[in-house]
């Protein structure tokens, strides 16, 4: 029990990986196929880029936003030693809302499941630092 909430953060950062290797594979069919000159990506000046270009840069931003702040919940549970099986299956949860949200921003990119998927990844963000401020309250009584 006491390293299980590692697996889903460990997780997550080998999945960010991931998004950066697509983030990458993007950027480099675009240069070969000529509709991005390699030179943008030095200043990340340019008039118009791809779409595709586009959303997979800005999902791969995204994993340094929420997510961070997931990590970082996840570890103040670890410092101060309050988690249970409840925060590891939330853990897990924010993972497949997060999971989600790639499906959804890197194929369709529909903007309603996307807003969905987001603010569920929130709720349980939410959800995680609530436990973690009742755990702390219970064992100060």
Not at 35 to 53: G, I, Q, T
Not at 60 to 69: R, T, W
Request: hydrophobic share 50%; net charge positive.
């Amino acid at each position: 029990m006491k390293h299980l909430l590692v697996y889903p953060m460990a997780f997550y950062v080998f999945y960010i990986w991931c998004i950066a290797i697509y983030n990458l594979r993007t950027r480099v069919r675009s240069m070969k196929s000529g509709s991005v000159d390699p030179k943008y990506f030095k200043a990340y000046v340019a008039n118009s880029l791809p779409e595709n270009v586009i959303v997979a840069g800005r999902h791969f931003d995204n994993q340094f936003q929420v997510p961070i702040l997931f990590l970082i919940t996840c570890c103040a549970h670890i410092l101060v030693g309050q988690f249970n099986n409840f925060t590891v299956g939330l853990a897990w949860l924010f993972i497949l809302t997060r999971i989600g949200h790639s499906i959804v921003h890197l194929g369709k990119n529909k903007l309603r499941p996307r807003v969905a998927f987001y603010a569920s990844g929130w709720l349980v963000l939410l959800a995680l630092w609530a436990q973690l401020l009742y755990l702390m309250e219970r064992i100060q009584v």
